[in-house]
Nanobody
């Protein structure tokens, strides 16, 4: 089955950290650029970070630069998003996305809530 499954979300206190995972199956994960997005209630999804297919290059949105690290393990068909110094305004549903040419696949999302 062609799918992306996110995990690792949950409730964390301000200043805390989380590592999100996104497990891929059913397609050539190692050929795809991978990205993380997030969606605030009532807002459109916004891009958080991306990593090239070989993991050699990463890019970050200004809002997360210095507080997030995207990585991948192509042997495990998994992409990660490590987040630190979380703020209440980081509360959102986080999605991963796989892209290669016309191939474009989204996961179902995982909720991250930053609250004391």
């Amino acid at each position: 089955q062609v799918q992306l499954v996110e995990s690792g979300g949950g409730l964390v206190q301000p200043g805390g950290s989380l590592r999100l995972s996104c497990a891929a199956s059913g397609f050539r994960f190692g050929s795809c650029a991978m990205s993380w997005y997030r969606q605030f209630p009532g807002k459109e999804r916004e891009w958080v970070a991306s990593i090239t297919s070989d993991g050699g290059s990463t890019m970050y949105a200004a809002s997360m630069r210095g507080r997030a690290a995207i990585s991948r393990d192509n042997s495990k068909n998994t992409v990660y998003l490590q987040m630190i110094s979380l703020k209440p305004e980081d509360t959102a549903v986080y999605y991963c996305r796989a892209q290669k040419s016309l191939f474009d696949l989204w996961g179902q999302g995982t909720q991250v809530t930053v609250s004391s």
